[in-house]
C-alpha cells in the first residue's frame, strides 16, 4: 500500500519509481475488471501465480484444522480465500483511489499483482497533511475490514468452514496493514513519515530522503529477516520451505529496494524538472530541401557548427526534421548520393515546440507526440532550432544520477 504517480499506492511497493504525468495508454495492465468512479482495474498475470500459490499453501494446510474436507473442496476453499484476499486488497487500493480523486489528483488505474496492488497517481500531494492522509487511508481500512472479520468471527464456530476463512481474512488484513504502516518508501509507512518530515522541515524532498533509505534498510532487513523469522518456526520445514521462503524474501525485498530508490530519483526529477528549459536545449539548424544529398548537408552543417537538419520548402517553410538515426544508418560513401528526404520526418502539429516551454509542460507535450527530435519555434513562429529527444533525456539522468 504504497503509491506511484508519477507515483503508485498499493499494498506492494511500485514496480518502478514512477513518470512525470501523462496518460499512458491502458493496453498491457492485465485483465479489465471493471471501472469503479471511473478508474480501471486490471489484475495482472502474475496474480494468478500467486493466486495460485495462495491455493497450494493454504490447501495444503487446512488438512490438519479441516480433515473432514476432502483434498479437492481443501483448494477449491483455499482459492476462494485467495479470491477475497485480494478483494481486501482491492478495499484498501480503491480507500487510495477515493481520496486521490477527491483531492484531484487523478488515478491512471488500480492494478492487482503478484504482492498485492497498485494504485497509480497521476500527480502528488498539495501539501503533508494531504500526502499523510492519502498514504494512512489505505492501512487504516485494511484494519477496519481486519476488525469486521474479527466481529464477525465471534459469531461462528472456530474450527468450521466460516470460522477458518474469517480467521484468514482476519490475520491477512490485519498483516497487510502493519507491513504496510513500515515506515519506509514505497510503503504506505513512508509516504506518511515523508509527510512527517516534509511538514517538519517545510521540504518534500527532505522527507523523500529519509524515507526513501529507510525503505533501503527495510529491503535489508526483509532479505535477511523473513528467512530467519521462518527458520525460527521449528525443525518440521524442508528444504523446499527454506528455499521458497529465501526466494519470496529476495523478491520482496528487490521491489522493496527499486521502489525507494524509484520513488527517490522521481522526486530528483521532479525538483530537477523546474530548470529544464527548451531554449536551453536546442540544437543550432542548418536549412535544407529535400533534394539536397546528404553528404551536402552534413557539410553545411559542420560550416555552421549545426547540430540538426531541417528541410524546408520552396518558400522556406519547415516541412520536415532530418532524424539523426537515420542519417547514422547511412554509411559516409553513400552519403554524396542520398538526399535528405527520405531521411526526414514530416512535421506534425505536435512536433513544434514554444522555445520557452519547460518543465512538466514540455514533459507532457513529448509524451503527446512522440519523436527523436522536435523543431523548436519563438513565439512569432522563427525557428529557433531543434531539440533531440536524446538530449532532453540525457539532461534528466544528469540530473538525477549520482545522487539517488
Known amino acids: 500500500m504504497s503509491d506511484t504517480r508519477g507515483q503508485q499506492t498499493s499494498d506492494q511497493p511500485p514496480q518502478d519509481g514512477g513518470r512525470p504525468s501523462g496518460r499512458p495508454p491502458e493496453r498491457g495492465g492485465g485483465l479489465l475488471m471493471g471501472r469503479p468512479f471511473g478508474v480501471p482495474i486490471y489484475v495482472t498475470p502474475s496474480w494468478f501465480v500467486i493466486a495460485a500459490l495462495i491455493t497450494w499453501v493454504f490447501g495444503g494446510q487446512l488438512g490438519d484444522v479441516l480433515p473432514e474436507l476432502g483434498s479437492g473442496e481443501r483448494y477449491l476453499l483455499a482459492f476462494f480465500f485467495a479470491v477475497a484476499f485480494y478483494a481486501s486488497v482491492l478495499v484498501h487500493e480503491l480507500a487510495h483511489t477515493l481520496v486521490a480523486l477527491r483531492y484531484r489528483l487523478g488515478v491512471r488505474r488500480i492494478q492487482l499483482q503478484f504482492f498485492g496492488g497498485v494504485s497509480e497517481i497521476e500527480n502528488e500531494a498539495e501539501s503533508p497533511w494531504r ?83 529507510i525503505g ?157 527530435e522536435y523543431l523548436v519555434v519563438e513565439a512569432d513562429g522563427r525557428v529557433y532550432g531543434v531539440a533531440a529527444l536524446s538530449d532532453i533525456e540525457q539532461r534528466l539522468t544528469a540530473a538525477v544520477s549520482g545522487r539517488a
Not at 274 to 301: H, I, K, N, S
Open 131 to 213: 500526502e499523510f492522509w492519502l498514504a494512512f487511508v489505505g492501512p487504516l481500512l485494511s484494519l477496519v475490514l481486519g476488525g469486521v472479520f474479527y466481529l464477525a468471527l465471534r459469531a461462528v464456530d472456530l474450527s468450521s468452514v466460516p470460522g477458518v476463512l474469517l480467521t484468514g481474512l482476519m490475520v491477512s488484513n490485519l498483516v497487510v496493514a502493519a507491513f504496510n504502516l513500515l515506515p519506509g518508501l514505497p510503503l504506505d509507512g513512508g509516504r506518511m513519515l515523508r509527510a512527517v518530515v516534509w511538514a517538519i522541515t517545510g521540504k518534500a524532498m527532505t522527507g523523500t530522503v529519509a524515507a526513501a533509505w
Open 216 to 372: 533501503r534498510a527495510l529491503a535489508v532487513a526483509v532479505l535477511f529477516g523473513l528467512p530467519l523469522v521462518s527458520a525460527s518456526r521449528g525443525a518440521e520445514r524442508t528444504t523446499t520451505d527454506t528455499l521458497v521462503d529465501a526466494v519470496l524474501a529476495a523478491v520482496l525485498a528487490a521491489i522493496i529496494w527499486n521502489g525507494a530508490t524509484g520513488s527517490l530519483r522521481n522526486a530528483r526529477l521532479k525538483e530537477a524538472l523546474p530548470a529544464l528549459r527548451l531554449r536551453d536545449l536546442a540544437r543550432r539548424t542548418v536549412e535544407v530541401t529535400a533534394d539536397t544529398p546528404l553528404g551536402e548537408a552534413m557539410r553545411r552543417a559542420r560550416e555552421a557548427q549545426a547540430g540538426a537538419v531541417v528541410v524546408v520548402d520552396g518558400r522556406g517553410d519547415p516541412i520536415a526534421i532530418v532524424r539523426e538515426s537515420a542519417v547514422r544508418a547511412v554509411p559516409e560513401h553513400r552519403r554524396p548520393w542520398v538526399a535528405v528526404g527520405p531521411l526526414a520526418r514530416d512535421l506534425e502539429p505536435g512536433m513544434r515546440l514554444d522555445a520557452d516551454l519547460g518543465g512538466e509542460d514540455l514533459l507532457r507535450a513529448i509524451q503527446a507526440t512522440p519523436a527523436g
